[in-house]
């Protein structure tokens, strides 16, 4: 019994068609007379053809038209093909500041300084730091961005407050904003603050108009408001008055008295927000 029969249960017509492989093994198990030829003829006398030539005259060969020209396969080694498709990347201490590499950002961009100028200067410092804090406000929800720039302030001796200030707030903002459905994109946000970084002093009151509506509306607590009178006396604004309107209007002077003496409210605000309740 064959093992096409075998395996067919019966029924090798069904079974071959089913299976044409079963048919090829069984007719060269057999030494079909066209196979016994090839197997006897020596193949040592026969050119080497690639796989280049089997394409000439297909619509693949055009893929391989190099080599025509040169018998190099093409490479991004070549000069030629680097100047024109090569992907040009300045690995400033901004390159590694967006990937979270502080360290490797102050290397590089004190031995650039170091180079070229000879020495780092506190004005150099600033800028580089002004520069960090800028990156810092446009990924300010980017734990590991932010991380980052204010290491690399810190590497250069420069503050970092400034800078972890606007970063709190522009996170507390957004939660704000995302809990009340506002259509504010977060990156308008850190737009916003990047004016405060330039001194653009008619875009505060607006910042702080909102961290103060976010702190009402989560109900943090005290210390956290030590972030928006921070933010105010950074930038030369009256401390924000809507917590002891607030407190005042609920009748709850223990925390009003708590919360001017704490953070040194002026008198005159503090009476200020009495006269408003009464």
């Not at 299976?19 to 030494?31: C, D, M, Q, W």
């Not at 507390?172 to 405060?196: A, D, M, P």
């Amino acid at each position: 019994i064959s093992a096409c029969e075998y395996l067919s249960a019966g029924d090798p017509q069904s079974y071959l068609i089913a299976h044409p492989l079963v048919n090829v093994a069984e007719i060269l198990s057999r030494g079909a007379p066209f196979i016994i030829p090839l197997l006897d003829t020596k193949l040592d006398h026969l050119p080497d053809v690639t796989h280049y030539q089997l394409l000439q005259g297909t619509a693949l060969s055009r893929l391989f038209s190099w080599l025509r020209r040169t018998e190099e396969p093409p490479h991004f080694c070549q000069n030629q093909l680097v100047k024109r498709y090569g992907y040009k990347d300045s690995l400033s201490f901004l390159h590694y500041l967006n990937q979270g590499r502080p360290c490797f950002a102050a290397s590089t961009y004190i031995n650039e300084q170091l180079k070229t100028c000879g020495k780092l200067s506190s004005i150099m410092r600033r800028q580089a730091s002004d520069l960090a804090h800028g990156l810092a406000l446009q990924n300010y929800n980017d734990p590991s961005v932010t991380a980052a720039c204010l290491c690399f302030m810190e590497i250069l001796g420069i503050s970092s407050e400034i800078a972890r200030i606007h970063i709190h707030a522009a996170n507390i903002i957004l939660y704000y904003l995302n809990t009340t459905g506002s259509n504010q994109h977060k990156k308008q946000i850190g737009v916003l603050l990047h004016g405060l970084l330039l001194d653009q002093q008619q875009w505060v009151p607006g910042v702080l108009d909102l961290l103060e509506k976010a702190l009402l509306q989560e109900d943090y607590p005290l210390f956290y408001w030590s972030l928006p009178i921070k933010l105010s006396r950074l930038h030369n604004l009256a401390l924000p008055s809507q917590l002891l309107g607030q407190f005042s209007q609920h009748n709850n002077w223990l925390k009003f008295l708590l919360t001017s003496d704490l953070f040194q409210f002026p008198k005159q605000q503090v009476y200020l927000s009495l006269n408003v309740n009464f």
